[in-house]
């Protein structure tokens, strides 16, 4: 797991640096940087799957460089979390706004980092146990793996000839190790608890014997555009909020996301929120900067730039061109 941090404090810089050296996973890779500007180009050019990063920082703010970050990138699979030492709930507003997962307040404590890298790295391999993960010692394989299993809970209920394929696919991965689903996840998926991976493999062959044509990932499709289509106004929303209500991981529906549409995650939810824009252009007298919150823009300047891009002119200029 990639992880970037920000701060321009030398102190918070050595504390954070010395818990990642605690933290006890093998694949966490971390890098430090002082600057807002120094963490926005990091993460345009490589995103990361964690940020930590403070508020006020020279150039940028921390919460300024995170705003131009996911509007940027196509494909948003990084969790934010600040760090500050200000308890403002002003902070706390515009944090809440960006998706920002959490805001944490100085002095930080280890076990609070802790906590938080255990629960991203258990939701980055989602369908293994976090010992199991570790014990693979391969981040892309263990990946797969979890991937794989994940595959196996969706298409579960519709059984089918998909689920027959990635059962055998599963089943080849972990032959040789024997690697089982996590016991929480087996029974909160599959509907029996069940923590041996012999004992697991027999219930799912015996679980279904229907053959059909697999559509697990089209139904998994709708629920996440049913989910768009309810909450594309609310600026916060992202594929991490989605997948933790659907209860797959943020890096396995945006592979399916891409898969179905063609398109990443943040350009449906563009068009989606442009187009209700265009909408509200041609049929209310609303002010641009109400249809930009309406739509789930938090700052109209963003939205203009945005609407523009799409439309080649600003939202009054549309309206106006469509009135005449």
Not at 143 to 155: F, H, Y
Not at 184 to 211: C, H, N, P, W
Not at 216 to 227: E, F, G, H, V, W
Not at 292 to 310: D, H, L, N
């Amino acid at each position: 797991m990639k992880i970037l941090i920000a701060d321009d404090e030398n102190a918070m810089r050595s504390i954070l640096s010395h818990f990642m050296e605690q933290y006890p996973s093998p694949y966490t890779d971390y890098m430090i940087v002082d600057t807002g500007e120094a963490l926005r180009n990091a993460c345009l050019q490589s995103p990361p799957d964690i940020v930590f990063s403070d508020i006020r920082m020279p150039d940028l703010s921390g919460l300024e460089a995170i705003y131009e970050i996911k509007q940027a990138v196509e494909s948003e699979t990084t969790n934010y979390y600040i760090i500050s030492g200000f308890g403002e709930f002003e902070y706390a507003q515009k944090a809440i706004k960006l998706g920002i997962k959490d805001y944490i307040l100085k002095p930080v404590r280890y076990s609070t980092i802790e906590k938080i890298l255990m629960d991203e790295e258990r939701n980055h391999f989602l369908g293994l146990s976090l010992e199991t993960a570790w014990s693979i010692l391969d981040e892309r394989k263990a990946l797969e793996l979890s991937g794989c299993i994940q595959n196996l809970a969706a298409s579960f209920q519709e059984g089918g000839q998909a689920f027959f394929n990635t059962l055998s696919e599963w089943k080849k991965k972990s032959e040789e190790k024997a690697i089982p689903i996590d016991p929480a996840f087996f029974a909160k998926r599959f509907g029996k608890d069940e923590d041996d991976y012999r004992m697991q493999v027999s219930f799912l062959e015996r679980s279904t014997s229907s053959i059909s044509d697999g559509s697990y990932s089209k139904d998994l499709m709708q629920r996440i555009t049913a989910n768009i289509d309810e909450n594309f106004r609310n600026p916060s929303i992202g594929l991490d909020m989605i997948a933790d209500e659907l209860g797959y991981s943020t890096q396995y529906l945006s592979a399916i996301f891409s898969k179905e549409t063609g398109i990443h995650f943040s350009q449906y939810l563009t068009r989606k929120r442009l187009s209700n824009a265009k909408q509200l252009l041609n049929t209310t007298n609303l002010k641009v900067k109400d249809i930009a919150e309406m739509c789930g823009y938090s700052y109209p300047s963003y939205f203009i730039k945005v609407f523009r891009k799409e439309t080649g002119c600003s939202p009054q200029e549309w309206r106006d061109e469509k009135r005449e």
